[in-house]
């Protein structure tokens, strides 16, 4: 059985919309330095609308083998994930030019 997608209803091998709002997304990753001086890849400028945040946030975690969360439209991951980061969200459907690292 296939999945639907929860903003068109279609089956996601034709639903275009994920790929259409992919493309106006205006990413940008940093690193932020939190409790105890540990190190977070947070990762803004992706609109929770057209994009669901909490699966994309699961792919990255388990791609990383890190935790994280989704906070304020915000993807924080444990760890300095930086140098990979771009490479990944180019495989999921984000363009590069979108993509900031800061």
């Known amino acids: 059985m296939t999945d639907l997608s929860k903003i068109t209803g279609l089956p996601d091998e034709l639903d275009t919309f994920q790929n259409i709002a992919k493309e106006g997304q205006q990413i940008t990753a940093k690193i932020e330095k939190k409790k105890f001086g540990k190190k977070y890849t947070i ?51 984000f363009p590069p030019e979108t993509i900031k690292i800061k």
């Open 43 to 93: 990762i803004k400028g992706i609109n929770g609308e057209e994009v669901d945040l909490e699966e994309l946030a699961k792919k990255l975690k388990r791609k990383f083998a890190c935790g994280g969360t989704v906070k304020n439209s915000n993807i924080e991951l444990q760890g300095d994930h930086l140098s990979k980061i771009r490479e990944v969200l180019v495989k999921e459907g």
